[in-house]
């Protein structure tokens, strides 16, 4: 789709020509998701996100709560800084537990859980930084943590070229004594996300 850094107001469609594309706009999108979800474990998944799944994201929000130029300016604010920059890779982290009573208890084993996930390239780990920018501690006081962690990787010039290489193996991983899982990336999955670098 597109390696672009930043989604500007003039990217945004009005919500009449919105509409009329939105059937097929969300087609595209949902096939090009596909290669962006990686379970790891039995109740979590990242969703690597870029310009293109952050577009949709802002374009979905606006159409569903009609907030108008306010909204516009709060959403580019959200979500613009999921978008990798280039040297990184960028992913929400997110607890998919249906039961209510379930995911609360899950939730409150996992304080903490944003600072033990990686990528490994190469036989290198890249340790996740929870995203600064929206303010909000993803983990409280009395150690329950959010469903949801937007989290950046960031890659050195080496670790790139790792990942570009065709076959490489890259794993990802949550290491929290609550919960320990890793998943081998698949190849389709590389090569998607491997467009998201310069």
Known sequence: MTSKRSIQRD?????AVYGAERPERRRAIIAYKRHRRLEVG??????????ATMLSQIQEMLW?????????????AAYNPLIPQGR????TLMF?????????????????VEETVSL?????KILARPDAED?????????????IHFLHFPFQAEQISAFRAPGAR????????????????PEAMRQALAEDFD
Do not use: C
Request: hydrophobic content about 45%; glycine content about 8%.
């Open 11 to 15: 990217d945004i469609q009005s919500l």
């Open 42 to 51: 039995p109740v979590a998944a990242f969703y690597f996100e870029n310009y």
């Open 64 to 76: 569903i709560e009609k907030g108008g130029e306010e909204q516009i300016a709060d959403e580019l």
């Open 88 to 91: 990184e890779l960028v992913a």
């Open 96 to 112: 998919e537990i249906a039961d209510p009573d379930r995911r609360a208890a899950m939730l409150s084993w996992l304080g903490g």
């Open 120 to 124: 490994e390239v190469a036989g290198r």
């Open 135 to 147: 303010g909000i501690e993803r983990t409280r006081a009395d150690g329950k943590t959010s469903s």
């Open 170 to 185: 890259v794993i990802a991983a949550i290491e929290h004594p609550e919960y320990a899982h890793m998943a081998v990336m």
